[in-house]
T-cell receptor
Framework: GQGVEQPDNLMSVEGTFARVNCTYS??????LSWYQQREGHAPVFLSY????GLKDSGHFSTFLSRSNGYSYLLLTELQIKDSASYLC???????????FGSGTKLTVEP | GGIITQTPKFLIGQEGQKLTLKCQQN?????MYWYRQDSGKGLRLIYY???????QKGDLSEGYDASREKKSSFSLTVTSAQKNEMAVFLC????????????FGAGTRLSVL
């Protein structure tokens, strides 16, 4: 089967940073996406990475290491409103199928 | 901008009942999806469709049927609701090409008595 793993919970402090990890083991790889999901709402797209290395998008940055099957989403200058679940999803080579992890619930405390 | 509309928002059914969930999108996207989200679990793919009248099974297709009669709509049927079942069903559509951006509807919350 396809495996996409994320830790269940993460806590951090307002004004600091949080790193949300994702590891995957899939039969093929064509890219990895990150989504934010607030309680009771639909997931919202944040970022898509294909190449190894760090992709800086301001408040959100993403890192990918394909050889290690590992990615992280880095949130800087945290705000209370960043409290949400963060889902990673791996795309298979036919582009059409995405496998999601169970999500990491980030809690940002004052 | 576009929108994905799922109906109903809440669905309460009886054990053994056949239940239908509907999804409409006005992005003009080709590919549409149905995912199931259980509490504490990730999104699991039930069915997807790459064009009108196309249906592809996901890992969780057993117990479900789907229909894509128009490009803009994708419906999902729970063929026999399971007692005490509770889950959120999310419909999504995808932008074209290699950029895998999914746009999600707000979800249908199912409870089976």
């Amino acid at each position: 089967g396809q495996g996409v793993e994320q830790p269940d919970n993460l806590m951090s402090v307002e004004g600091t940073f949080a790193r949300v990890n994702c590891t995957y083991s899939t039969s093929g790889f064509n890219g990895l996406s990150w989504y934010q999901q607030r309680e009771g709402h639909a997931p919202v797209f944040l970022s898509y990475v294909v190449l190894d290395g760090l992709k800086d998008s301001g408040h959100f940055s993403t890192f990918l290491s394909r050889s290690n099957g590992y990615s992280y989403l880095l949130l800087t200058e945290l705000q209370i409103k960043d409290s949400a679940s963060y889902l990673c999803a791996v795309s298979l080579p036919n582009y059409n199928v995405l496998y999601f992890g169970s999500g990491t619930k980030l809690t940002v405390e004052p | 901008g576009g929108i994905i509309t799922q109906t109903p928002k809440f669905l309460i059914g009886q054990e053994g009942q056949k239940l239908t969930l509907k999804c409409q999108q006005n992005f003009n996207h080709d590919t549409m999806y149905w995912y199931r989200q259980d509490s504490g679990k990730g999104l699991r793919l039930i069915y997807y469709s790459i064009t009108e009248n196309d249906l592809q099974k996901g890992d969780l297709s057993e117990g479900y049927d789907a229909s894509r009669e128009k490009k803009s709509s994708f419906s999902l049927t729970v063929t026999s609701a399971q007692k005490n079942e509770m889950a959120v069903f999310l419909c999504a559509s995808r932008t074209g090409g290699s950029q895998n951006t999914l746009y999600f509807g707000a979800g249908t919350r199912l409870s089976v008595l």
